[in-house]
Structure formats: C-alpha cells, structure tokens
C-alpha cells in the first residue's frame, strides 16, 4: 500500500468507501461523521487521488488491486464496501477477484458494463486525450466558481462552496509533479472492456448487494441499476433516491446513511 493515502476512524465492523474519478475520500466526508461512532470507517484516496501518489498503470483493474492492497496492509476482511462513480466499477472488479474480503457491497451511481465511460462524460475524456483538459483544470483551480460549468455542476444539484470542492478534490492531484497529465491518463484509461470482461463473473457473485441510485444522474441513468439488478444474483434491492445526481453521497448523505445502516443489520 505504498503510496495510498486514506482516512481511517472508528472502532468496530468495517465499512469500506471508494470514491470515483476526480474526487477523493472526502466525498464520503459525512456518511463517515453519521458512522464513525459505530463502525471503523476507511475511505480510500485511489491513486493520484488526495493524498495518493499517482501510478503507471491508472486503469480500472489497477485501481482494484490499488484497493486490495490496503486491504491487506491493514488486514481488512469481512468489509461492507460502499462505492461510487468510477469507484463503483473499481469495486466490482475488486468483488470478483476478492469475494473473501466482504460481507456486503453497496453500489451507488456508478460505471457499468458498456456505459464506461458514460455518454455524458465522453466530452471530458476527449479533452483528456487531445492533452487539453489539464490546462482548462488549471484555470479553475484559480476561479472555483468556474467548477459550476464543469462535470462537477452535472454531478451535484448545488455547489454551494466551489473553492471547498477544488481544494479537496482538483488541487491535490494538480500539485503533484505531472499531475495534471496522470490525470489525462487516468481518464484515457477508463475502457468499458474492463468491465465487459467481468460480466460472467458478476452473474455468480452472491455477496449481498445493494443499490442506492439517484434519479436525477445524467451520466448513470436507473436503467444501469437494473441491469446490475439483473445480473447480479447477490443484489437484494434498488433504492431510488429521487432527483439525487452522482454526487448524491456527498450532499445528500443523510438520505444514504439509513438505508446502509439497515442494510448491514440484516443477518
């Protein structure tokens, strides 16, 4: 686990957060205030992410194994893994190769089989590939409110304090030497094959599965929750929360936090 970074509080059963492209394991800043009375809380800065130094190999697999090996560094097991975003297809891969790491696996708006990366973010990724992403990066770190124009006012309902959200999330990986091209990278690396690969094994995997969606994501639409549903024989139910966007873990967490805590005191 050289190299990761991560937040880790609490006492008692493990819950296990991945955030997705672009953020950090601040996303997951106030389900972890709402658990971390009860529960041992471990949120993760996936590489180049936060705290995390960035990698050669930024794809989708690497970021699994990135996962698994603090994992084992801090002898995680029987862990509810929650995820998010892109952080959702690093944790599917991640329960198909590790199913003895966990007791549950919470999925929210995320990545899945052919919409990786999603239709409505192709538009950034194209910018990441002609190396012209960084630069227009580089204007908002120095204008936070410009962030509204970005992905990010796609992915929240209301971004109440930019200037938080670029310090926590854009600034840590552009002050990294390279930065900003890793991060180009990363979004190069994002192929919808990694996840067509692990389809048969998703149809076998019975780890109890949930699923929190919000309605109101252009890039994740519900119809990727059922077909998660469908697939996956451990899935227990679809939670829709209503008008909630991709980012709906971060700003609307109080909704999240009583389904996962009735989730996880099921036997």
């Not at 809380?41 to 990698?55: I, N, T």
């Not at 007791?103 to 990724?125: G, Q, Y």
């Amino acid at each position: 686990m050289e190299g990761l970074s991560y937040v880790d509080v609490g006492e008692g059963p493990v819950s296990l957060f991945v955030h997705g492209v672009g953020t950090s394991s601040y996303l997951w800043r106030n389900v972890i205030a709402a658990f971390r009375d009860e529960r041992r809380c471990v949120a993760v800065d996936l590489p180049l992410h936060g705290g995390s130094a960035p990698r050669d190999d930024l794809s989708i697999p690497a970021l699994a194994e990135a996962v698994e090996e603090l994992c084992e560094g801090l002898g995680l097991a029987d862990v509810d893994l929650v995820a998010n975003d892109t952080g959702g297809a690093v944790a599917q891969v991640f329960a198909v190769r590790h199913r003895e790491r966990l007791r549950t696996l919470t999925l929210t708006n995320c990545d899945v089989h052919t919409n990786t990366p999603p239709e409505a973010f192709k538009p950034t990724v194209d910018l990441a590939a002609r190396g012209e992403l960084a630069p227009l990066t580089a204007l908002v770190l120095e204008q936070p409110e410009l962030l509204a124009q970005t992905a990010y006012g796609e992915g929240y309902e209301r971004i109440d304090d930019p200037a938080a959200l670029v310090e926590a999330y854009l600034r840590p990986i552009f002050a990294k030497p390279g930065g900003g091209r890793a991060f180009e990278r990363l979004l190069t690396s994002i192929d919808a094959k990694d996840m067509i690969a692990i389809e048969p094994r998703l149809t076998v995997l019975t780890v109890p599965t949930l699923l929190v969606w919000g309605t109101g994501d252009v890039f994740f639409d519900v119809s990727w929750a059922r077909w998660l549903r469908d697939t996956i024989p451990g899935v227990k139910e679809i939670v829709e929360i209503e008008g909630g966007r991709l980012f709906f873990p971060d700003e609307r967490a109080d909704e999240l936090v009583p389904h996962l805590r009735r989730f996880w005191a099921q036997p």
